[in-house]
């Protein structure tokens, strides 16, 4: 089986400044490795928040093998994986506003995508 993938974020930030830096920080191997992906400012929201968006995986493609009972997968800059079934994509949000950094990690917990091993 093949699945298609296009991985993003959406999330609203008090506007306290403009950001040094804003984006998403993840993971595919539960933190051995990260990854960064910068977000966008998308608009102005009523209250004074701001929405960004920012693209953790502009593409990618898994794979699974049923007489080998393993996935593969795949992203749009060759970066290749195989694991035994279905694993989470971790991430948590990141804001840098005046030198101090802000995180969302949902309460300790990462946020999570999942990618189905069928």
């Given at each position: 089986?093949?699945?298609?993938?296009?991985?993003?974020?959406?999330?609203?930030?008090a506007?306290?400044?403009?950001?040094e830096?804003?984006?998403?920080?993840?993971?595919?191997?539960?933190?051995?490795?990260?990854?960064?992906?910068?977000?966008?400012?998308?608009?102005?929201?009523?209250?004074?928040?701001?929405?960004?968006?920012?693209?953790?995986?502009?593409?990618?493609?898994?794979?699974?093998?049923?007489?080998?009972?393993?996935?593969?997968?795949?992203?749009?800059?060759?970066?290749?994986?195989?694991?035994?079934?279905?694993?989470?994509?971790?991430?948590?949000?990141?804001?840098?506003?005046?030198?101090?950094?802000y995180?969302?990690?949902?309460?300790?917990?990462?946020?999570?995508?999942?990618?189905?091993?069928?």
């Open positions: 089986d093949r699945h298609d993938f296009h991985f993003w974020v959406d999330f609203a930030v506007n306290v400044g403009t950001p830096a804003i984006g998403v920080m993840w993971t595919d191997d539960n933190w051995n490795t990260w990854h960064t992906s910068a977000a966008k400012r998308k608009a102005d929201q009523p209250n004074g928040d701001q929405q960004w968006t920012a693209d953790v995986l502009q593409c990618c493609r898994s794979e699974f093998d049923h007489e080998r009972g393993a996935l593969r997968w795949r992203d749009a800059m060759g970066f290749e994986r195989k694991t035994d079934g279905a694993y989470a994509i971790k991430y948590a949000v990141f804001y840098q506003v005046r030198g101090t950094w995180w969302d990690n949902n309460q300790g917990h990462d946020y999570a995508m999942m990618i189905p091993g069928r």
